[in-house]
């Protein structure tokens, strides 16, 4: 046997080397969630230590610099013209309450909050369809954000019964011939009066042919999927109404949410604070001369982890961030990221990267909004937290959230449930003078069709565009910026007709308003 004899200096080369072993096998036990990317309550440690620097500098700069004129000012907060459109979901005649109902019809709605409110639409349309009377939909737990709001929690049920009365009949909970109709009894087995095979956007004859008869043979059925369950186009133009009418009429947020939201709103319409005006360097003095007083955007800031990941994009983080994205990726997708085979730049070039806070603040600024800005942040948890944000902060410093203008007293009903949370921004959001969404998602297409409905000025970003100028690293301010106002005229809030397979919920022309 030969023996390897250690002399005093490999014997101190192989100490560390040790220590550093000892450390990895130590480090899942100090930082578990650093293992962990399934986590999404705990952000990775190696991505999210170092704050990324600007990946748009020489624009942050000169953007920081820019004043607005009067003129663009006024046309920038102006409302939208009157577009020969009006709201009348709630005035248009749905076939009122007839045959007496052939059985109780129950929902079973995942996703978030506003996919929830489209799936609760389509059951409102489908108990018509089928002469039903809808039990009030049970909302999954949310297995992101692991809520358990009910629609109760939510929603102003009474409205909701009240508005729907002559359309169909509601009930709040089943009587007692059915009460073993539960959540819990479907997850244990197979279910004869369960269907789970309702194909994504079915017809309302698939309804009649498939769901009916279950219904009359056992007086109740249950319908779990039940997301995206119903056709957007072909339908009865009482059943498109009928969906309109929830949506826009029926879905009331309840009281307390309501009044949570006109306390946000009421400090954001008053003049700001000024302990923040000394950084904001161009600060206008004479706050009620200007066009924008008393108004506030509300920027919906889809950055979250997931959507980074998931965009296989390039975010500034450096090779470390690279990394973690991409583990974080292949963990809780297993390859089945198809935009992880495109580069950076195809990504971009094709306007599928979600823009940071950097980007969506770039824009903001190019469309004329200056640092006095009122700007209300409609978001969970950012991606890279308060050191992602900063730029964005930088440019628009009277930047504001539900924690910074709401004292704990006043978000104790709503703090920790996701929903609720989110129900409040969506509140806020429909008060505000202008809109924008820095990525298109449910939260987005749903606001974009509330505002329509009301004739509200919502700026859709320019994806393809933007990340085509993102992608010039030496593109001037002046450049981008007139690129930037260009190929935003058109976008910001101008009435489009729904097109073949598109959503009502997000475009409600021609189906649920009328000629003015």
């Known amino acids: 046997m030969n023996y390897v004899r250690q002399t005093p200096t490999s014997r101190r080369m192989a100490w560390p080397l040790q220590m550093g072993g000892l450390l990895m096998l130590l480090l899942p036990s100090l930082f578990p969630s650093l293992f962990s990317p399934l986590s999404r309550s705990y952000p990775s440690v190696f991505s999210e230590w170092n704050a990324p620097r600007p990946m748009h500098s020489h624009l942050l700069n000169r953007a920081l610099q820019q004043q607005t004129s009067k003129a663009q000012e006024a046309e920038l907060w102006s409302p939208l013209p009157n577009q020969g459109w009006e709201a009348c979901a709630d005035k248009q005649d749905t076939q009122s309450l007839g045959r007496k109902s052939q059985g109780y019809i129950q929902v079973f709605l995942d996703g978030g909050l506003n996919q929830q409110r489209m799936g609760i639409c389509d059951a409102v349309a489908v108990a018509k369809i089928l002469n039903a009377t809808l039990v009030i939909p049970y909302l999954e737990v949310n297995p992101v954000w692991q809520d358990s709001s009910s629609f109760a929690d ?19 909970e089943l009587p007692s011939d059915y009460s073993w109709s539960t959540r819990e009894y479907y997850a244990t087995g197979i279910r004869a009066t369960r269907i789970k095979t309702a194909p994504v956007h079915a017809s309302a004859s698939w309804y009649l042919e498939n769901v009916l008869p279950v219904m009359q043979s056992y007086g109740i059925v249950a319908i779990a999927p039940f997301s995206h369950r119903l056709a957007f186009d072909n339908q009865p133009s009482d059943i498109q109404h009928l969906r309109c009418k929830v949506n826009f009429h029926a879905l009331v947020f309840v009281p307390h949410v309501g009044t949570l939201g006109d306390a946000l709103v009421s400090h954001l319409r008053s003049p700001p604070s000024l302990d923040n005006a000394s950084s904001a360097t161009h600060f206008h003095n004479r706050e009620n001369d200007r066009a924008g007083a008393g108004k506030y955007v509300v920027l919906h800031l889809r950055f979250d982890k997931d959507m980074a990941a998931h965009s296989a994009c390039d975010f500034g983080g450096g090779k470390a961030e690279k990394l973690a994205l991409a583990k974080y990726r292949q963990v809780l997708w297993q390859g089945r990221v198809l935009n992880s085979q495109f580069t950076d730049e195809e990504l971009r070039g094709q306007g599928r990267c979600p823009l940071t806070p950097e980007e969506i603040g770039l824009l903001l600024s190019a469309l004329g909004f200056n640092n006095s800005t009122r700007l209300y942040l409609a978001s969970h948890k950012v991606y890279g937290g308060e050191a992602r944000i900063s730029a964005l902060r930088q440019l628009f410093p009277f930047m ?8 704990s007293h006043e978000l104790s009903e709503v703090e ?4 609720l949370l989110a129900a409040v921004d969506y509140y806020v959001s429909m008060q505000s003078d202008i809109f924008i969404s820095a990525s298109p998602g449910n939260m987005h297409n749903a606001l974009l069709g509330h505002r329509a409905y009301k004739n509200l000025k919502t700026i859709r970003p320019n994806m393809t565009l933007l990340g085509k ?9 002046s ?21 073949e397979k598109q959503s009502i919920y997000t475009y409600p022309a021609p189906d649920c308003m009328c000629k003015a």
Do not use: C, P
């Open 154 to 172: 939510i929603f102003d049920v009474d409205h909701f019964v009240s508005v729907l009365s002559g359309d169909i009949s509601i009930v709040k």
């Open 416 to 419: 920790g449930k996701a929903s």
């Open 469 to 477: 100028l993102f992608l010039n690293k030496t593109i001037e301010w």
């Open 400 to 407: 504001e959230d539900k924690k910074s203008l709401a004292s």
């Open 479 to 499: 450049e981008f910026q007139q690129a930037v106002q260009q190929g935003h005229k058109n976008r910001q809030g101008q009435m489009r007709i729904r097109k």
